[in-house]
């Protein structure tokens, strides 16, 4: 048995890979995974080759760009269910402004699958979870040599294909997991890296809330599978908060969502609307793509709350979309890309303590940090589209730039690393299948949004005439708040002359809101005067 890799688009963002494994009848099986932009199977297969199969890790269109280009000889395109149903969306969809060519033929070769599959007699696939997008699913390839049977793993042999990942659960859907029913012999590591992720997702959910409990009209423009992320959030973030929060997903977000066929709290779907007004309302979060909105529905809505000073528009991107100028509503713009931290990519290698370790959507310099990142495995951090070949005669191989004595050494410690490790063969692999949303595993400050945003009993604000003669006793209303947040007491003037209290939220360092803690006679777009009564500097 023989299994070698090649780069298939090393220059073109280098997520796809096609990986040979050749029996010792000499039958070879080619396995392209994803496809993304400069992919071209006529110039990497050789003559006498054939494609087995295309596994497709999920349905961003930087892995399926050339999909239906690279469609050829019988072969499936296997994915998650989730994944192939966003696809058969997605796809009709990207066509309208990419030259994607003749998607029938990848939507008929597309197979949702979810056990393992057989490409070969000795060679099956799998999805597993891999966070990172709804339905995103890396893929555990086994095979097996007789020659390296040893009583103990009947010569099975395992690879792992992680696609773009996290080790987080992404709105529902499990993270990339690091305990399987066997070794990971083999790990195409997809290195793409973004450390600042939860601090821009808890700044963008914060402030979508602060204005949508304002009355604001909110509208986030985002990529439609992130819009189905974002939107599962917010839902289930109210939820826990106990507070009412509309969120309409519209466009080609909503027909995903619809798709998936799940159910989040607070959520609903308009996937095609004739007037913008149909999906915008004060105090309702209108989630549309794309994220530049130059056009589709975020163009329309944008347009619609432009002029207007108490709306607010939230760009959450993931590529170049440039910030929105030139308009009177608040504008946000937030990087937003679900990739692991550094530290995750390095507990990963770890905990699975591979011998042979692939990096992957990564080039130039980057391949070069990794090549020399880990000392416990074999790095192959290859910048070219030669074919690499990894394992042969029963023996995972050392790259051929490492001289006998370092891999002598990273054998030694791989060895060490791996004693202490066992495995339960009877327990299931996992499931690319959604489970309960779990907030804060999916990155979101929980407290955070309970000390600003849940709701406050009246009881506890109750105060008779004479509470309202020494409402100036700061200390004593800090001591009776104690919330740990930039608060005031502040008299709302409007026509009944009443006082109620009520907390500042800071948004930018040109616009302060109030949330009102205490019931007033007041309707969304009502205008008041403020008194502040009282200011603690210190909260």
């Known amino acids: 048995m023989r299994v070698s890799y090649q780069h298939a688009n090393v220059r073109s963002g280098n997520e796809s890979t096609l990986l040979r494994v050749t029996a010792s009848d000499g039958t070879r099986a080619c396995i392209l995974i994803d496809c993304g932009d400069g992919v071209d199977l006529d110039a990497l297969l050789d003559d006498g080759e054939y494609l087995n199969a295309i596994l497709l890790t999920h349905a961003h269109i930087d892995h399926y760009r050339t999909l239906a280009r690279n469609v050829r000889h019988n072969a499936p395109i296997y994915a998650s269910p989730a994944t192939a149903t966003v696809l058969e969306h997605a796809l009709p969809e990207a066509r309208k402004d990419n030259d994607l060519g003749d998607i029938s033929a990848a939507l008929d070769a597309l197979e949702p699958i979810e056990e393992w599959t057989s490409i070969l007699s000795e060679l099956e696939v799998r999805p597993v979870p891999a966070g990172h997008t709804p339905g995103g699913a890396g893929f555990a390839i086994r095979f097996r040599d007789a020659d390296a049977a040893d009583g103990l793993s009947n010569g099975e042999r395992h690879l792992l294909a992680t696609g773009d990942f996290t080790r987080r659960p992404c709105a529902g859907y499990p993270g990339l997991e690091t305990t399987y029913p066997f070794d990971v012999d083999a790990v195409l590591l997809n290195a793409s890296t973004d450390d600042a992720y939860p601090a821009a997702l808890n700044e963008s959910v914060q402030t979508v809330l602060e204005r949508a409990y304002a009355g604001s009209r909110v509208v986030v423009a985002t990529s439609s599978l992130t819009g189905v992320h974002y939107a599962t959030l917010l839902g289930h973030a109210a939820a826990t908060l106990d507070r009412d929060l509309p969120i309409t997903l519209v466009g080609q977000a909503a027909k995903l969502y619809d798709a998936l066929e799940v159910d989040d709290p607070g959520i609903e779907t308009q996937g095609v609307f004739d007037r913008p007004d149909e999906a915008l309302e004060e105090g309702r979060v209108t989630i549309a793509g794309p994220a530049t909105p130059t056009r ?55 905990d699975l303590t591979p011998t042979q370790v692939v990096i992957k959507h990564a080039m130039g310099e980057t391949l070069n940090r990794f090549q020399r990142r880990f000392d416990r495995c074999f790095t192959w951090g290859t910048n070219d589209e030669e074919i690499h070949r990894l394992y042969e005669d029963g023996e995972w191989l050392a790259p051929d730039w490492i001289t006998d004595r370092t891999a002598t050494k990273i054998r030694t410690r791989q060895w060490e690393a791996m004693d202490p490790r066992s ?12 489970e309960a949303v779990d907030l804060e595993a999916e990155g979101v400050d929980l407290e955070a949004l309970e000390n600003a945003f849940a709701r406050v009993s009246t009881a506890s604000y109750s105060h008779s005439a004479d509470d309202d003669a020494t409402a100036g006793d700061t200390d004593t209303d800090a001591g009776e708040r104690d919330t740990g947040d930039e608060s005031a007491e502040s008299a709302l003037e409007g026509s009944t002359g009443e006082t109620v209290r009520a907390r500042v939220f800071t948004d930018g360092d040109d616009e302060q809101f109030l949330r009102l803690l205490d019931t007033a006679d007041l309707d969304a777009g009502d205008t008041v005067a403020v008194t502040i009564s009282a200011r603690t500097d210190s909260q």
């Open 296 to 350: 589709g529905s975020a163009a329309r809505l944008l347009d619609a709350i432009a002029d207007d000073p108490a709306a607010v528009f939230v760009q959450l991107a993931t590529g170049d979309a440039a910030a929105v100028s030139n308009a009177r509503c608040t504008t946000h713009r937030v990087e937003l890309r679900n990739h692991p931290s550094i530290e995750a990519i390095d507990d990963v290698v770890r």
């Open 423 to 434: 495995f339960d063969a009877a327990e299931p692999v996992p499931t690319v299948q959604r």
